[in-house]
């Protein structure tokens, strides 16, 4: 892939038009369903250009996976651990839930399951998100609400994991006290020092 | 899919054939590589009859699905919740860490997160496992080792949901103490009370 040279010139806009073309190509038609060719003509950039700058499907996903890491996430605020972690969970429950945001997250979880490319894109995604999020672990721990020896980003994942373990394993619905619940029980193992 | 008419006759020589021509395919090409013809080719039952008894390959993996999950699993009995669920978690790690198995487990995964139809077999072979883990919580709750309000198959859910959330959503490894540690978080948030 190549990089982006001049920010705001023709090349970045180039890239902006085929992410957004893959986006919106996730969404309606999920990964099973994305083709270069309707990215092609979406976008309104030739085909070949298409190919020769991404490779192939696998090169749009870690792309638009790569520019999606980088938009900032809300980390919440609220001044507890407890509702800091309910926040970041209930931001993961409704991502998955928004009629635009959900089809396309769910496609990227898909696209890596199937392709190595996208799972190293979704692996560096997933670092720097643990990574943002793990902050309302480490203002925790500045305020004394949990021990040093606290794990930040297994936090995260612990309180993360079964809402994508009912999305994406075991096919269940998901609701807000499920994810409320999942936060919490990050939370007392944290407490416990087991994390 | 026609139900088996005769325990042990030709139509479940068929069936027990098929299926093991399907789990043979998923361990070699995965699902995105799984094929009719040759699941047909491999079990030397016609393409036509399993065209007309499995509809595709969507029955196919249902019916691998349903099958696997009427095999018993080892549910742990060390004696103490702590062990058990340590127990459970592993046999998961160990299992996708399995050459054999794991490949097969994973590409379940992967034609759940697709299609439907394997999402819908995938649910109910979840539903089954719960199920049966949930009697190591049984039976701490009985020995008076957990409070008698937990939730037992949320115990579980919350004990295995990070390492699948590191296998096929953040794309990590997964480590014997990762699991370990999985299994004293869940167990540490029901002893708060939480699940």
Redesign the interface.
Known sequence: MEPQKRPGGRSARVREAVRQATLAELAEH???GLTVENVAERSGVHKTTVYRRWGGIEGLISDALELAGEEPWPIPDTGSIAGDLRGVVQLVRSGFADPELGPVS?AF??A???DPAA??A??DF??AR?EQSAQVVRRAIERGELPDVVDPS?VI??A???V???L?????PVSEHDAD??A??????A??G??
């Open positions: 999920g990964y099973a769910s979880v898909a890596a399951v199937q799972a190293k979704l692996h997933f670092a643990h297994e994942r612990v993360v994991a079964p994508y373990y009912r994406f394993v075991a096919h269940e619940r999942a919490d029980a990050a939370l007392a193992a407490r416990a087991v994390l």
